[in-house]
């Protein structure tokens, strides 16, 4: 079946350094990525997306590479904060007939060290 | 724009009984997502729907519910309530919910307590 699979459950890094995340996914027909933040309490917060006609997509200290070949893709935070400290997924919305439905992968823990 | 809302934020009920959630999405939006969420299983797909109609569905039992009024509003239930059903039940807004375009926003969640 489907699945969408993080690395490492938790990542640890020092304030102010670069975090990778990154995400495999299982579905070749998948054309639509999406990455979620969540604190603890909320929802997910849409951080960033990436179609699969494009391999970078960057945002404001975000930017999120994505290599169809080997079906993986990666979040990279720059200069981290502590305000980052939360739990991120990547999300696959599959093919254009699949509506609606989001594939989440277990999440990556970041833990931001002061 | 005001996001996407859910109420109640939290639950407490007892196994065998039935509880309704109610989501509001973004102003404009059409498609609604219902998730689950658990330590265990993580987040999983319910249902979704656009005007009015379910168009996909999740691998969860009959118990579990939903429906969508004409304004986007939508609901979910869940009936003969189980221990296993205690979750955080979250709600995803999009303009159409079509693959490879939209992008789905989520509300705060409801916290369910199943005793």
């Known amino acids: 079946g489907e699945s969408v699979g993080l690395h490492l459950p938790t990542l640890s890094v020092q304030e102010g350094d670069n975090s990778i995340i990154n995400c495999a996914y299982s579905n070749s027909a998948s054309d639509y990525f999406i990455w979620y933040k969540q604190e603890s309490g909320k929802g997910p917060q849409f951080i960033i997306d990436?179609?699969?006609?494009?391999d970078k997509r960057q945002g404001k200290r975000v930017t999120v590479l994505l290599n169809k070949t080997v079906k993986h893709l990666s979040l990279q935070i720059a200069a981290t904060q502590p305000g980052d400290s939360a739990v991120y997924f990547c999300?696959?919305?599959?093919?254009?007939?699949?509506?609606?439905?989001?594939?989440f992968g277990q999440g990556t823990t970041l833990q931001v060290k002061p | 724009k005001a996001g996407v809302t859910q109420t109640p934020r939290y639950l407490i009920k007892t196994r065998g009984q039935q509880v309704t959630l109610s989501c509001s999405p973004i102003s404009g939006h059409r498609s609604v997502s219902w998730y689950q969420q658990t330590p265990g299983q993580g987040l999983q797909f319910l249902f979704e729907?656009?005007?009015?109609?379910?168009?996909n569905k999740g691998n969860f039992p009959g118990r579990f519910s939903g429906r969508q009024f004409s304004n986007s509003r939508s609901e979910m239930n869940v009936s003969t309530l189980e221990l296993g059903d205690s979750a955080l039940y979250l709600c995803?807004?999009?303009?159409?919910?079509?693959?490879?375009?939209?992008?789905?926003?989520f509300g705060p969640g409801t916290r369910l307590t199943v005793l």
């Open positions: 999300a696959d919305l599959g093919g254009s007939s699949n509506t609606g439905k989001l594939i």
């Open positions: 990436i179609r699969s006609n494009m």
């Open positions: 729907y656009f005007s009015e109609t379910q168009r």
């Open positions: 995803a807004s999009s303009p159409s919910g079509m693959g490879g375009t939209d992008t789905q926003y």
